[in-house]
T-cell receptor, first 115, second 116 residues
């Protein structure tokens, strides 16, 4: 069965600290996609990154970076030098299966950045 | 800017009184989704349209229906809202091709439904 686990329910750090959000997934598919979305207090889900199973290169976008490791079935998200505006709920998601456009969502991690 | 628009942002209805939520998009995406999200939970997919083809999730109650009259618009109808249907309803779109390309989904701001 496919599953996404975000074990950290809530993380609280002080501004400018680095923080890593963990995502562990389970799938039997050989081809799959992983996503991260951000949901700020306003409620709108914002797409952050999409990664396919054949691309294990780490990704960096400004203060955001992602570490994809198939060996440990993990797709972790790091925010460097966190800012108050990074406060949000972050969801990791996995494609459900071939020819199926639904996503399996993790439970989300609430990130609180204190000034 | 291309976007996904949901109206209204807040909707209050009475127990058992039908309600319709609307979603429109200017992205010209072929797939549209409706999600239900309750407090502190992940979004739960209710159904999606791939072009005109309707795909219902197995556990979506019959009380929830959807219409997609054209590419740009999609509606969520709740025939007899119960107290348990109070939630945020999110519309999303994506551009997909045959073969499951799994492009990212773009979300609207959501409609928060209150049932009295």
């Amino acid at each position: 069965a496919q599953k996404v686990t975000q074990a950290q329910t809530e993380i609280s750090v002080v501004e400018k600290e680095d923080v890593t959000l963990d995502c562990v997934y389970e799938t039997r598919d050989t081809t799959y996609y992983l996503f991260w979305y951000k949901q700020p207090p306003s409620g709108e889900l914002v797409f952050l990154i999409r990664r396919n199973s054949f691309d294990e290169q780490n990704e960096i976008s400004g203060r955001y970076s992602w570490n994809f490791q198939k060996s440990t079935s993990s797709f972790n998200f790091t925010i460097t030098a966190s800012q108050v505006v990074d406060s949000a709920v972050y969801f990791c998601a996995l494609s459900r299966g071939e020819s199926n456009y639904q996503l399996i969502w993790g439970a989300g991690t609430k990130l609180i950045i204190k000034p | 800017d291309a976007m996904v628009i949901q109206n209204p942002r807040y909707q209050v209805t009475q127990f058992g009184k039908p309600v319709t939520l609307s979603c429109s998009q200017t992205l010209n995406h072929n797939v549209m989704y409706w999600y239900q999200q309750k407090s502190s939970q992940a979004p739960k997919l209710l159904f999606h349209y791939y072009d005109k083809d309707f795909n219902n999730e197995a556990d979506t109650p019959d009380n929830f229906q959807s219409r997609r009259p054209n590419t740009s618009f999609c509606f969520l109808d709740i025939r007899s809202p119960g107290l348990g249907d109070a939630a945020m309803y999110l519309c999303a779109t994506s551009r997909e091709k045959a073969g499951a390309t799994y492009n990212e989904q773009f979300f609207g701001p959501g409609t928060r439904l209150t049932v009295l």
